[in-house]
């Protein structure tokens, strides 16, 4: 007898949708296609029909093909699964039922998939009018047998996202979590039916529903509509809370941490802590937030951070789904490419991808650059950078350089803590998505010592260009343009009086830095000029260059800038290490790129630092 194939798999092979496939099977176009109950299944050996073919402008070798589309932005797990090309993720499942911890929270960078899996779970789990099994049938979870297919659709769900909580004010943000609440309550409007009878039950549905809950009603909100919904099922509701700290952060940002720390601490406490009427809970978010006692006193929370290896493989790509998905949209020789700009992130033991970054990167006809943009906490890392010493500036600004570092890793880091003490910045950057672990060692207090690098090069483009923004502040306009000026025309005199003014301006801690942390000030510097592409640590001639600027204008000089540093040094040893920084850039022909890129004329610099002092000297070739 021939192999049978399922209409999903026949879909993946022939490249069309599984609808399609649906329909060749009812129109009698695939010789040998036959239905089993509600299934159709297909020869492996079948012939593709010449017709009934879509195109869906992805790209592939130049070419418009047939494919599904890309589920840019689609957190909805039935539309995702039935009509996007989907990453199959529905083994969370599995694994879930196999532990059942009684509350787990999820904890990842942005954009790495938490919402869509949460959906996923909702959609699963939870009761329903329509027949939602048939969107799991053709998934990994229907092969695991009856044992979990028997957790499907039996349960009440309460679903509620916090990811668009973020606004100016308490008031702002408590009412917008009430609108949330309410409309929840109004999803679940079937239980009005057994409250006819009941005026205390139906006074409090109405209250939610109505969105006319005071504080103290609300905190009491996810406790009450599980009673609600136990009482009315006879089966105790799960509870899912997708992104629950973005209201948190926002309330660091912008001055009203307190009141929406109380706020939380009741409302999570009705909802997991000793609530009878639970059966399971789910959260997602990018911190832990434990410390802040939000969770206080729940010994029922499972925490899986990014150091964990439990759940890793769920949020994200791994690399076999990424190859398969780069062979089904006819680009597998790009994995290469692929690996070297969202590839680099490690979840537990599993290296992830961006999934966000990969399906952009398919969706814009495979051009790398950097799609992934993290929300919400640049604010926070700008208060760090303020408070930085030179230690930790010099560490970032070594990571820029493809440098690495050890540091104590505390994933349940929590916002004032990363104000007052800001070494903790490094954890802060962990967890959401700027460096990624090397290797991790549990250290005696039960936190790990890890050493940390950035990810690949799309996170390269934006940790360099959001922490060198940061040097904004202290640079006026005017002075920018005086410096851009000086660099352009070869005036190492106005150069070194700007870099120096700048530098005396600013904070104390100059005194101690080294030569780290003045590359990443002047590569912030250069940062900011729109007229040249800047480079930095690249390979060119027999060496590697410290700063590169590629003018976009012809008529703009190309400039190759070398730093050196020294501590304690006087007038003329600080021109003699100029002058050795603008010899290597002559002995180690750093000019090569430039030349071979047809710019003739180059400016080059040598630039010495010892404290805010500074020593420029320049030669141009034309």
Request: charged share 25%; with cysteine.
């Amino acid at each position: 007898m021939d192999e049978m194939m399922y209409v999903k798999d026949v879909a993946k092979l022939w490249g069309i949708t599984e609808r399609q496939v649906t329909s060749l099977c009812r129109d009698g176009k695939i010789d040998g296609a036959y239905k089993d109950g509600k299934r159709w299944l297909i020869p492996e050996d079948a012939d593709k029909p010449d017709d009934n073919r879509i195109k869906t402008g992805v790209y592939c070798k130049d070419k418009l093909i047939e494919r599904l589309p890309l589920p840019i932005g689609v957190s909805d797990y039935s539309l995702a699964s039935s009509e996007y090309y989907y990453v199959d993720k529905t083994m969370m499942i599995k694994d879930f039922i196999d532990e059942r911890p009684m509350v787990a929270l999820f904890t990842r960078p942005r954009r790495f998939g938490k919402t869509l899996n949460m959906d996923m779970l909702r959609t699963y789990f939870e009761i329903s009018d329509r027949d939602t099994s048939v969107l799991f049938r053709d998934k990994k979870i229907w092969n695991c047998g009856q044992k979990y297919r028997d957790f499907q659709g039996k349960y009440p769900v309460i679903f509620l996202s916090f990811k668009d909580v973020k606004f100016e004010t308490w008031n702002e943000t408590f009412a917008t979590l009430r609108k949330i609440i309410a409309r929840e309550v109004q999803r679940h409007e079937e239980i009005k039916h057994m409250m006819r009878d009941n005026a205390y039950d139906m006074a409090l549905y109405e209250s939610m529903a109505g969105n006319q809950s005071d504080e103290a009603q609300l905190v009491s909100s996810l406790g009450d509509l599980s009673y609600l919904l136990h009482k009315y099922y006879n089966t105790a509701p799960i509870i899912i809370i997708d992104e629950y700290d973005t209201p948190v952060q926002q309330g660091y940002v912008k001055g009203f941490y307190d009141e929406i720390i109380g706020f939380m601490r009741n409302f999570f406490s009705n909802g997991f802590k000793d609530n009878h009427n639970l059966s399971f809970g789910f959260l997602t978010g990018i911190l832990r937030v434990t410390k802040e006692s939000i969770f206080s006193g729940m010994n029922n929370l499972a925490i899986y951070s990014v150091l964990d290896s439990k759940y890793s493989k769920y949020f994200g790509f791994t690399s076999e789904e990424v190859k398969q998905m780069a062979k089904y949209y006819g680009v597998a020789d790009r994995f290469h490419e692929i690996v070297q700009w969202y590839n680099g992130y490690k979840f537990g033991n599993i290296d992830i991808f961006n999934p966000w970054s990969v399906v952009n990167y398919f969706s814009n006809e495979c051009e790398p650059r950097a799609y992934w943009v993290s929300t919400g906490s640049n604010d926070v890392i700008g208060e760090v950078l303020a408070k930085a010493d030179a230690e930790i500036y010099d560490k970032l600004t070594s990571l820029i350089k493809g440098g690495t570092f050890v540091s104590l890793i505390d994933t349940g880091v929590i916002y004032p803590e990363i104000k007052e003490n800001p070494s903790t910045i490094y954890s802060f950057l962990i967890v959401t998505g700027y460096l990624k672990v090397l290797e991790k060692k549990l250290s005696v207090n039960g936190d790990y010592m890890c050493e940390v690098a950035l990810p690949n090069k799309e996170i390269a483009q934006v940790y360099n260009r959001e922490i060198l923004r940061k040097l904004e502040p202290m640079i006026t306009p005017s002075t920018a343009i005086a410096i851009q000026e000086a660099i352009f025309t070869g005036n190492q005199l106005r150069l070194k009086e700007e870099v120096e003014k700048l530098l005396k301006q600013s904070v104390s801690f100059f005194d101690t830095a080294n030569e780290n942390f003045y590359h990443g000030f002047m590569l912030g510097l250069c940062a900011l000029m729109g007229d040249a592409f800047v480079t930095s640590n690249r390979e060119s001639g027999e060496g590697r260059y410290d700063i590169q600027l590629r003018p976009k204008d012809e008529r703009l000089p190309g400039v190759l800038i070398e730093l050196k540093a020294a501590k304690k040094c006087g007038d003329e040893e600080l021109k003699a290490l100029a002058r050795n920084a603008l010899r290597q850039i002559n002995d180690k022909k750093y000019d090569i790129e430039l030349e071979t890129a047809g710019i003739g004329n180059i400016y080059k610099y040598g630039v010495a630092f010892c404290g805010k002092n500074v020593e420029v000297v320049e030669v141009v070739v034309s």
